[in-house]
């Protein structure tokens, strides 16, 4: 896949499983200047038609910049590309924003949610802590990256809870999709943040979103990862290596990722060794979730 072009048709009639990595909010660190970042949002085409994984900064963030990019734009090197809007990659996709019917929220900070807007027929479904959390006053720094902006048209909203099931040995919360997603409650970055666990047809693929550092770096010191994104990292670096079968991904990826997917080298693009010890070998899928 190269993004960019349209290289898939405009219609909706494949049922065939398929994930599109696309960097929808490049940051970039100032120091150390090789941390060099997008965040990940998945595009998942398949029985359900098109489903969006977070969404990246909208639109109108880019003609309107909130409060929270400006800052972002003083202590970080942000291009502020309104190319990297996922409306405007989906299109790109040979697709309609009408096409989205769904979008799935790990969390609802600016540069996972703004997008919603250009989705505006969209049903989005979200953890209910963070929903509550979106609307309610700020109880720690991190609240300060919610947008009230951003669901100011007024989307559906469907709201998620713990009712027992598990996935292996996480909370896991299933989807009401064909396509198997669950959402797994990581709270810490925000209240009611979520992984997200989808099953390809290879394997398992767990999106660990931003309870995890970048690419699972392990050059994040452990002090700084659990005051910025939660107690959960130790734990989810040990699941990684214990389960290299599986595809993992976090909320922000290394710009290297995106550049395997963009020139076409893979469609599940690997990470380079010294970034991350990932392992994408093909094996069977275990350990579904159980009620």
Known sequence: MLLGQATVPSTLERT??????????????????HWQSGTLCLLVEGEDGLILVDTGPGLDDY???????????????????????AVRQ?????????????????????????????????????????FHSFNSFPRR????????RHISHQPRIRLYREEGAEWYGFPAIRLPFSTEMWLIPLPGHSRGHCGLVLKLPDRWHFHMADAAPLGMSEE??????????????????QFMLEHQEMLITTGHMPIEFFAQEH?????????????????????????????
């Open 220 to 237: 994040v010191p452990a002090w700084l990862a659990r005051l910025v994104l939660g107690p959960h990292t130790p734990r989810l670096r």
């Open 263 to 291: 020139e076409g080298l893979s469609r599940r693009p690997t990470i380079p060794a010294h970034q991350a010890p990932y392992q994408l070998a093909r094996a069977d899928p275990s350990g579904r979730a159980v009620d």
């Open 90 to 130: 989906v299109v790109r996709l040979g697709y309609e924003p009408a096409n989205v019917k769904d979008i799935v929220l790990t969390h609802m900070h600016f540069d996972h949610c703004g997008g919603l807007p250009d989705f505006p027929h969209a049903t989005v479904h979200v953890h209910e802590t963070e």
């Open 141 to 148: 720094w991190t609240d300060l990256a919610y947008v009230k």
């Open 16 to 33: 065939a499983m398929q994930v599109h990595f696309l960097n929808c909010f490049t940051c970039n660190a100032r120091i150390p200047a």
């Open 63 to 85: 003609a309107r910049k909130p409060w929270i990019i400006r800052s972002f734009q003083v202590a970080t090197r942000v291009p502020l590309d309104p190319n990297e809007a």
